[in-house]
């Protein structure tokens, strides 16, 4: 009995991995506004995963802007930034790796304190690249107050949300008959005023 | 006991659905040739489902026309096509829905017979819209040549193939730097030699 309820978890956990990625796929063929969408990807990944915090940043002119989060401050999308010789996630975007790191991640001397974020006592970061034709135009970050073991399911869960928030954001680009690639601006020049920095 | 074997049957078909989805989604952000892909991802598909038959068609200037195949008879790519008034798939086409005929698909009135294609035998129908941007571009057929209940996890499915075939081709376009919409031809332009119709 005891293996059946354990199977009956694993299961109820897999499919709410498959529930979410199609949900997400379903983002990919409306056309919608974009800011929306990606608040809407950052909220189902985090609840999900039970995360404390989901930070979704995208390549501005020269660096990673915050686009999306989880229960964001007031004034921190379109605010945040950081350069891509910075921090855990700079280093995402620059080797175009996942990053998993479960516990203490704030001891890890690529980290990078901003202060005045919340997310910089918490212990457990788990980050992917936001990847478009093989190039890095964002990061999305993971993370949980306490320790957490990331499973081999949860980074692969999150290698896919990446390449798909690429492909939303790419629609996007698409739709508006836009040129530029200044991903940052193209998310959030569709926030709704309330939000807008 | 019966129960645990049970559950571990559907756990593994389950953990294949998110498997198969998460290596689409792995060709989304590939710079790759767009036929190839598209070849891979009707392969895969087929083999999932244990289908008999897998036909991918893309809208080309008025019509849609045949891009990738399980097992496709030589010179079947490119040549075979279909009015969008035409046959079940042009139902799909035009009706934007999923369309599941669990068996005898070729009395169904809307059916249309090419005489050439084995495929007009079988028996179970499953076919979902290629979509972008809100717009159908395309339509992904699943044939079982015997009948074959079709389950919402199979429908669910092939809906997100449907989306993420839409998002592959657009990700193709624009790095052609396209502006054409002859989804088609964006297709067949990247064909093996050995295959060009």
Same mark, same amino acid.
């Given at each position: 009995?005891?293996?059946?309820?354990?199977?009956?978890? /694993?299961?109820?956990?897999?499919?709410?991995?498959?529930?979410?990625? /199609?949900?997400?796929?379903?983002?990919?063929?409306?056309?919608?506004?974009?800011?929306?969408?990606?608040?809407?990807?950052?909220?189902?990944?985090?609840?999900?995963?039970?995360?404390?915090?989901?930070?979704?940043?995208?390549?501005?002119?020269?660096?990673?802007?915050?686009?999306?989060?989880?229960?964001?401050?007031?004034?921190?999308?379109?605010?945040?930034?950081?350069?891509?010789?910075?921090?855990?996630?700079?280093?995402?975007? &620059?080797?175009?790796?996942?990053?998993?790191?479960? /516990?203490?991640?704030?001891?890890?001397?690529?980290?990078?304190? @901003?202060?005045?974020?919340?997310?910089?006592?918490?212990?457990? @970061?788990?980050?992917?690249?936001?990847?478009?034709?093989?190039?890095?135009?964002?990061?999305?970050?993971? /993370?949980? &107050?306490?320790?957490?073991?990331?499973?081999?399911?949860?980074?692969?869960?999150?290698?896919?949300?990446?390449?798909?928030?690429?492909? &939303?954001?790419?629609?996007?680009?698409?739709?508006?008959?836009?040129?530029?690639?200044?991903?940052?601006?193209?998310?959030?020049?569709?926030?709704?005023?309330?939000?807008?920095?």
């Amino acid at each position: 009995m005891a293996k059946a309820r354990e199977l009956e978890l /694993q299961l109820h956990r897999v499919e709410e991995q498959l529930h979410l990625i /199609q949900r997400i796929a379903r983002q990919l063929v409306r056309t919608g506004v974009l800011s929306d969408s990606l608040q809407r990807i950052v909220t189902m990944v985090s609840d999900l995963m039970q995360a404390d915090s989901c930070l979704l940043y995208l390549l501005g002119d020269d660096d990673l802007m915050l686009v999306a989060a989880k229960d964001p401050r007031p004034g921190a999308i379109g605010n945040v930034r950081l350069r891509l010789s910075e921090g855990l996630t700079g280093w995402v975007a &620059r080797e175009r790796r996942l990053l998993a790191i479960s /516990q203490e991640a704030y001891n890890d001397t690529r980290f990078k304190f @901003f202060r005045d974020l919340p997310e910089d006592t918490f212990e457990a @970061f788990l980050s992917a690249p936001v990847i478009v034709a093989g190039r890095v135009i964002g990061v999305i970050n993971l /993370q949980h &107050r306490r320790p957490h073991a990331h499973t081999g399911d949860e980074m692969e869960m999150l290698t896919t949300v990446g390449e798909l928030i690429g492909c &939303r954001v790419t629609m996007a680009r698409l739709e508006l008959g836009l040129e530029q690639i200044n991903y940052a601006e193209l998310a959030l020049r569709t926030l709704p005023a309330e939000q807008a920095p």
